[in-house]
């Protein structure tokens, strides 16, 4: 029933290879990480604790969207999706189908590239959020389930099987990565994450310059306390739908 497909044009390993060749050559940048043994302990285990209590909590709800997916729209409910984690490593990354299946993405790649770039072309606010407008090639599902952050919850396997964090920067495509500015590089040197600073002050209504700004201040100030507050404060944005289309 949630069956998986694979969006990707090239194999998983020589993407990693690549992007991972980027990060490193991104490393002459002035870095912020800290050695935190404690905090990275500390958080693997609220990472596994809270990814494992909300699936217990959220299966049904998840396999109720699954269904509801499969039945409105053929192609399969949960796409595998390559994405670019700590220190530039390429993985698979899980979310609930939003788009018809085999949709063309070749205009999430063009407005990746003028959004990070700061390109005027197609990279402009509509609504105040920083997405393509009227997109056809939502479902009305999947508009449903971008709206409420939904299509997100697949995530939580991301988190327990350690490619992914419950808070830090949101996770790029190896396309978006192609275009990184040297210093866009430091939001690679922690696990990407369901949630961030970012998400909580701004979501897509943010610049990516503004994005990286955050996430290298969440980088430089992190703290079990800071990721705590960080998830309280994502319920009502998530509620809200503030920034999200």
Known sequence: MVTTTKDTTSG??????????LYL?????????????CYTLLKRMLDIVGATLLLLIL???????ALVIKASSSGPAILVQERVGKGGRVFAFHKFRSMYNNSDHSVDERFARDYIGESCHSAVPRGGVFKPANDKRVT???RFLRKASLDEL??????LKGDMSLVGPRPSMP?????????????LEVLPGMTGLAQINGRSSLTFRDIVKI????IARR?????LKILLRTVPVVLSARGAR
Do not use: C
């Open 175 to 187: 396309y978006e990565v192609d275009v990184y500015k040297p210093w866009h590089f430091r939001r």
């Open 154 to 159: 697949p995530q939580l396997f991301n988190v």
């Open 12 to 21: 998983v390993e020589s993407e990693s290879s690549r992007t991972r060749a």
């Open 215 to 218: 996430d290298i201040r969440y």
């Open 223 to 227: 703290s079990l306390w800071l990721d």
């Open 59 to 65: 299966s049904p709800v998840m396999l109720v969207i």
């Open 25 to 37: 050559r991104s490393l002459a940048q002035p870095q912020v990480t800290r050695n935190r043994r």
């Open 140 to 142: 009305p599902v999947g």
